[in-house]
């Protein structure tokens, strides 16, 4: 989990899938750490503040709104009056991330 975190954050790969479920309650790696260790390790309390503390490893991806949107285009004339989706081609058209 560490490794994605950080290659989600450091935008390592130029095109990755999300991390998350778009329809998922968890968006982000601190949510699901503390969401296994609830389920799974009972009484461990917060488990992110024992893996910082104890081992170093700091975890802070969050997936946003706009890594859920689906900016597949598939008819022009519908699809490009979506202004996200016609602010995304735009920066891609002009190189601009």
């Given at each position: 989990?560490?490794?994605l ?11 990755t ?13 601190k ?22 503390s104890?081992v170093g490893l700091?975890?802070s991806y ?15 004339a519908?699809?490009?009056r ?9 920066e ?5 991330e």
């Amino acid at each position: 989990m560490a490794f994605l975190d950080k290659t989600k954050q450091m935008n390592i790969l130029p095109s990755t899938p999300c991390l998350f479920l778009s329809a998922g309650n968890v968006k982000s790696t601190k949510d699901l750490l503390n969401t296994l260790s609830r389920d799974f390790m009972k009484g461990e309390g917060d488990f992110v503040k024992h893996l910082e503390s104890c081992v170093g490893l700091k975890v802070s991806y969050e997936q946003g709104f706009i890594d859920d949107y689906d900016l597949e285009i598939t008819n022009l004339a519908v699809d490009l009056r979506d202004g996200v989706r016609l602010t995304r081609m735009t920066e891609i058209l002009t190189g601009g991330e």
